[in-house]
């Protein structure tokens, strides 16, 4: 989608400011001893009462459609984790995963936690790092930049610190759709790829992983996990493709990545 219009814009601005109101209620959700389809039955009852629609239900194939409000991730489970009943423990590397429809539009965006404190520095070293190689990406999000760009940000910045990024998976435009082009890959080079255009609405992500980039597909279809093991981090954040600079539709930079308890 494009915004055209400051009327257009303020419309998007307000769907994302009740889908991150939405989204800070669930982060403060993420506690020990909580399990994932608790986090995702709140999504589902924060969504009616703000006349909003979580967009992940329903979204693939007619024989295997999503059937939740969230997705969900712990540890080693790169993306796509489906809700569970196993309770949050200390140290668990948490992303949530989370989109509303609302008034025709749609949000996209995800957050990463440790569960009451890490457990080592690399795990600290690794959600540190995905954060900061997805905000410096966002933040190129200007009109005239190269995809490649954004994609080369993201790489660099998580091979720098010893880590990779999952292959896969894109960020994308969104608007009236969930999914909407570009695809923004989460490598690329400089100067290439396709060229961002003023009142672009996308969504930036990338996935870190600790040791191998190398995925596996669970047998429910939608569940992603690391080759070998390794754990995991995610952030995803929608702007709106500025002349000098980004309009950030996802205003949770600053949000910490450890939880209380």
Sequence with gaps: MIIRSTAELEQYQAAAKISTEVLGLLRQAVRVGVTPLEIDALAARLCAERNAVPNFLGVGS???????????????????????????????????????????????????????????????????????????????????????????????????????VVKEFVGHGIGKTLHEEPQILAYGKKGKGEVLREGMVICVEAQAVAGSDEIVWGEDGWTITTKDGGNSAMFEYMVVVGKRKPIFLTPTLEWPIVTET
């Design 62 to 164: 007619p024989g295997n459609a999503y059937k939740h409000s969230t997705c969900i991730s712990v540890n080693d489970t790169i993306l796509h984790g489906i809700p569970n009943d196993v309770p949050l423990k200390k140290g668990d590397i948490v992303k949530v995963d989370f989109g509303l429809r609302y008034q025709g539009l749609n949000t996209d965006h995800c957050f990463t936690v440790a569960v009451g404190g890490f457990l080592n520095e690399q795990d600290e070293k690794l959600v540190k790092t995905a954060r900061v190689a997805v905000q410096k990406a966002a933040r190129l999000a200007t009109a005239g930049t190269h995809i490649g760009d954004l994609g080369y940000a993201m790489a660099s910045t998580t091979w720098d610190a010893g880590f990779d």
